[in-house]
């Protein structure tokens, strides 16, 4: 690829100098401040670490100041105390797992989700998405950012999106084949399970699909496994991640020489601490990603604790964007899962089983393959009362748990009664998750 070929959305602020990014860093980390300084949360925060004023923040450096979100502190927000705008402004709200019952919740004015969509098709266009692609976007529409915030981008940049949403694969395959499908959005195992699908019909082949790139994210995956579903499926697949909290995918992108996410950082303040010291790690080191947004009015994020572990990848990427690059992701500080694209903290489970009549003492998470896709096993025992009882009982029992799991963390688990006392109890600090998942 000739330098003159490599697509850019915004040549001048993808390749701009560091110093200009870090002017445009100050500028927008004030003006986060600012709007911070609107809501009680960081009003209190910021006074507690001697910040009153935008004006307080006098370099790119000064962001050390300023102190760190958890997702705690959003829970403890909802629903609006992190609103800095009148709650007329707000046009749209997307949401996550909490920790427990209570979602993750954000809220955009209209000019928040233009600068998001844009976002987004300035990650499409560096991965080589035109107008003419046709992209059939695989994620779930909904509260998920991967639906309508991945759409709205590939809308923005004018290809033709089309809304299949999740699930549904015999339909997929139709549509792809049917409209010309160009380009995917999907997660990892997603991609793997169309190709399963694609070998199995006998009505559809690889032949009649015009596929050329997949746009994959949303949990971790490795190279290996890239490379993989790109020789099966005979196309390019680019890594996106992204957050919720960050207006969701497309915060970090890669371009078509596929070495690495950039950061979009004219948008988004980037650092990666030691989680311990929460220091700088050495350059090139592994640590907890923090995020600062600087692209958004309604709800400003400072110093935000992502809890996924990676590194910058030291050196120029060939494409000439400045903005830097994130390696692969290679775990995260806390126990969340990541279950067919769904984030599932172990928390949110316990929540349920604690506040269910006929719960007993113990219970144990499993997470396995099954085929290409994830699959999430709850072990409970119950109460000796409840496990005397009839076997309609217990059923009900079970059915009650498996509805009120999949209403909180919006997957099916299976649940397995256990008689009481039948599970394993450690020494120590209890284990209670087991991820079988062989490490792609
Ligand atoms: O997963 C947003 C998204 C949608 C990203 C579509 C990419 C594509 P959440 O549900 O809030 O948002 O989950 C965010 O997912 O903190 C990571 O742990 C994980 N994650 C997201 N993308 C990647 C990726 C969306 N490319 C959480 N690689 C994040 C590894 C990822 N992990």
């Given amino acids: ?97 909490g920790t427990t019952g209570t979602p993750t919740v954000i809220y955009l004015t209209q000019k928040d989700l233009d600068r998001a969509s844009d976002t987004m ?44 949403s999740a699930g549904n694969t015999l339909r997929q395959l139709r549509f792809m084949k049917d409209f010309g499908t160009t380009m995917i959005h999907a997660t990892p195992s997603y991609l793997l399970h169309l190709h399963a699908a694609i070998e199995e019909s006998e009505e559809i082949s690889r032949g009649d699909l015009r596929l050329r790139k997949a746009i994959t994210g949303a949990e971790p995956h490795s190279e290996e496994l890239r490379r993989k579903i790109e020789g099966k499926l005979g196309i390019e697949v680019y890594n996106c991640y992204g957050m919720s909290e960050m207006n969701g995918p497309g915060l970090a992108f890669e371009c078509v020489f596929r070495s690495g996410m950039h950061v979009w950082e004219d948008r988004f303040i980037a650092e990666i601490l030691d989680p311990d ?50 390696a692969r992701f290679t775990g995260r500080t806390d126990d969340m899962l990541i279950i067919n694209g769904v984030n599932v903290f172990p928390s949110q489970i316990e929540e349920v089983l604690l506040r269910t009549n006929g719960v007993g003492a113990n219970y144990f998470i499993v997470v396995e393959k099954e085929g290409v896709l994830d699959r999430l096993t709850v072990q409970v025992e119950i109460t000796p009362e409840t496990f005397a009882d009839d076997a309609r009982v217990i059923n009900a029992l079970r059915d009650r748990l498996k509805a009120e799991m999949s209403a909180l963390i919006t997957i099916n688990p299976a649940i397995e009664i256990r008689e009481p006392g039948s599970l394993p109890v450690s020494e120590g600090k209890a284990k209670r998750v087991e991820d079988r998942r062989p490490r792609e």
């Fill in 1 to 97: 690829m000739t330098k003159a070929e490599i697509p850019f959305r915004d040549i001048a602020i993808e390749t701009a100098s560091r110093e200009t990014i870090a002017r445009i860093q100050l500028e927008g980390l004030r003006r986060q401040v600012a709007q911070g300084l609107k809501t009680d949360f960081y009003r209190k925060r910021f006074a507690e670490c001697g910040i009153s004023s935008p004006e307080d923040i006098g370099t790119p450096d000064d962001i050390r100041k300023l102190p760190f979100t958890t997702k705690g502190d959003l829970r403890d927000a909802y629903p609006f105390g992190l609103l800095a705008v009148p709650k007329s402004e707000v046009v749209r709200i997307h949401a996550s797992s």
């Fill in 277 to 326: 010291t929460l220091e700088p790690v050495p350059e090139g080191g592994t640590g907890e990603l923090v995020l600062t947004i600087l692209c958004r009015d309604a709800m400003p994020l400072i110093r935000y604790r992502t809890r996924d572990l990676t590194r910058f990848i030291v050196g120029e990427c060939e494409c000439g964007r400045t903005h830097r690059r994130l």
């Fill in 121 to 164: 098709a300035r990650s499409l266009m560096a991965a080589g998405g035109t107008k003419d692609d046709v992209i059939q976007n695989m994620m779930t529409y909904g509260l998920f950012t991967g639906g309508l915030c991945f759409h709205y981008g590939a809308e923005l940049m004018g290809a033709m999106v089309i809304p299949t």
